[in-house]
């Protein structure tokens, strides 16, 4: 990830945040940056494909996170699960994100409008996901209908909450609304209660942009690893373990999995024990998302 890049994006999100979008020029990002007009367009071609990079580098931070959250954990882990949904709302009110949102969606800009709802979008695949690992694979028919029902319920609760100026825990909030979804969904399974029309719930999926990490993504990073630091016998047996498994024509989560943790303690206290880490997080997010050549 590019770290000037990045810190461009952290500007501007501020600006947009204070001023909004259209009234922050792309002038008062390059002067708050410090950097040239050149530079800027380097980096980003327009303001929308600046946001469009913030929205991603804000899913990039609570994937990493709940990816890491979750690697040598029980994927039914219940505390695991309201962590990992607790991160992108923290995320969110860390950088004050709500009202931009907002506005974006109450806005005409069509093409904001669409970075937003995709990016709501991916959020909504990914609980839904989670829940059918969650509570099994009963309530995959029902799973995001349910998740559309958490989110109407956690969002308009954090909104009253906020407005009031109550006093609340994140973490207990997604708790008790999770909580409220553990009775509903068993309810939808056992009555066959659908209020969603699943052609309509297809298409809404069919235009997110999902990104992927491919097999030679891993073995250049796998590489480069090896490159920076001199591996000794174990560490350099188990990384030829994983990569040959990833290397198969069918690859087997159940023996990958369980070598990640491993391999990231057998760096801990190295120069590369960060790069480590992204490496086993990139794994897990493969395993996660498919296997893509």
């Not at 804000?58 to 954990?73: F, H, P, T, V, W």
């Not at 800009?109 to 996901?129: A, D, G, P, Y």
Request: aromatic letters at 8%; glycine letters at 4%; proline letters at 1%.
């Amino acid at each position: 990830m590019n770290n000037r890049k990045r810190k461009v994006a952290d500007i501007a999100l501020k600006l947009f945040v204070e001023k909004g979008i259209q009234q922050t020029s792309i002038q008062e990002i390059i002067e708050n940056a410090n950097i040239s007009k050149g530079t800027f367009y380097n980096y980003f071609s327009s303001k929308n494909d600046c946001v469009a990079d913030i929205l991603e580098f804000l899913r990039y931070d609570a994937s990493q996170q709940r990816i890491a959250m979750q690697i040598g954990k029980d994927m039914k882990d219940r505390e695991v699960f309201i962590e990992q949904i607790t991160i992108l709302f923290q995320l969110n009110e860390e950088r004050n994100l709500h009202a931009l949102f907002e506005a974006i969606l109450s806005s005409n800009e069509k093409e904001l409008r669409k970075l937003v709802l995709q990016h709501r979008m991916i959020e909504l695949e990914w609980l839904s996901n989670r829940l059918i690992e969650v509570m099994g694979d009963d309530v995959r028919e029902y799973a995001f209908e349910g998740t559309i029902l958490f989110y109407g319920m956690l969002q308009n609760i954090l909104f009253t909450l906020r407005i009031t100026n109550s006093t609340y825990s994140l973490k207990q909030v997604v708790h008790v609304i999770l909580s409220y979804l553990e009775l509903i969904l068993p309810y939808m399974v056992k009555h066959g209660t659908s209020t969603l029309n699943h052609a309509a719930i297809d298409q809404l999926s069919s235009h997110v942009d999902k990104r992927s990490v491919t097999i030679k993504e891993l073995t250049e990073f796998a590489e480069l690893l090896q490159q920076q630091h001199s591996f000794n016998e174990e560490q350099q047996d188990l990384m030829d373990v994983i990569m040959n498994e990833l290397n198969r024509g069918r690859i087997r989560k159940i023996v990958i999995q369980p070598l990640l943790k491993p391999l990231q303690q057998l760096f801990n206290e190295t120069p590369i024990q960060s790069q480590v880490h992204t490496f086993t997080n990139m794994i897990w997010y493969f395993l996660k998302i498919g296997n893509t050549r």
